[in-house]
């Protein structure tokens, strides 16, 4: 081989490993924005990771309202939830706020006509760190609200929740099949 014939490889080689991670990373952002949006693509409206904390306060009312509805709460209860609630959204806020600055920052990075990867990593660091932070907000605020509630009520929310995750895993499979082409 020579010397132009290995470079000109070398250049393609990199050509490609760039555009792999770019696509990757892309596809991450895409992956990240699509769950703060909450699956289904409905902007608040999840229960996983942080999303029960999401969303106008009323609707964050009437979801908390139906969950204890389930599981026979008190009005002390209800009083105390709600607000445990309304601080923990309060708090995650801002990391939302934190974590599309992030997935912006992403994006810029990504469409630059030279990929930093130094910077890549970076970011990536910054979004492990933003991520870990909401997530400890959200287990200190799950762990409040299991004070408040009896271990029954809990067991009971628990099943309510096991049966919702699996109603809309079957929801996202029934949408998955109905895009894939017929054949």
Known sequence: MTEATTVN???RGLKWLAASVVLAMAGTVAVSAWADRGAGGHGGHRMGSHGM???????????IDR???GVDATDAQRTQIKAIVQQAAADLKGQR?????????????FTAPAVDAAAA?????QMLAQHDTASRRTLQAMLE???VLTPEQRATLAE?????QAHMHKRMQERMESRQPKQ
């Open 67 to 69: 969950l204890l509805d």
């Open 97 to 109: 706020d934190a974590g599309r600055t992030l997935r912006d920052q992403a994006m810029q990075l």
């Open 145 to 147: 609200i299991s004070g």
């Open 160 to 164: 309510k929740m096991k049966q919702r």
């Open 9 to 11: 490889s070398n250049k």
């Open 121 to 125: 990593e970076s970011l990536r660091q």
């Open 53 to 63: 904390f999401l969303g106008s306060p009323e609707h964050m009312a009437r979801g």
